[in-house]
């Protein structure tokens, strides 16, 4: 399992490289995304408790709010910011393909 370039010969298991990204240089979407982010980022703006649930609603005003906009949500007020949108249709995106897997 080893490719040839043109001087030297490729072998995965010495580079580290994962045999899915083999013929690929980037990674899949799903591959990038950091594991348990998203919550962090609620836990420190105050907005949820350690281990509750992710509110589906807080997810969709996020996703729907335009970057810069002030969201509220049960007394608190969230400014909305590009990676915090991203990790909410993340969130959003990753709940329907579960759903739609049962």
């Known amino acids: 399992m080893f490719l040839k370039t043109k001087r030297t010969v490729f072998f995965p298991k010495l580079t580290g490289q994962k045999w899915y990204n083999m013929g690929r240089k980037k990674k899949m979407w799903i591959q990038k995304l950091k594991k348990g982010a998203y919550r962090e980022q609620l836990v420190r703006l105050g907005v949820i ?54």
Request: proline share 2%; hydrophobic share 30%.
């Open 49 to 102: 408790k350690g281990d509750d649930k992710i509110p589906v609603e807080l997810s969709r005003k996020i996703c729907n709010a335009e970057i810069g906009e002030t969201v509220s949500y049960k007394q608190h007020k969230i400014k909305v910011t590009e990676l915090l949108k991203r990790r909410a249709c993340t969130h959003l995106t990753l709940n329907r393909l579960r759903k739609k897997k049962k």
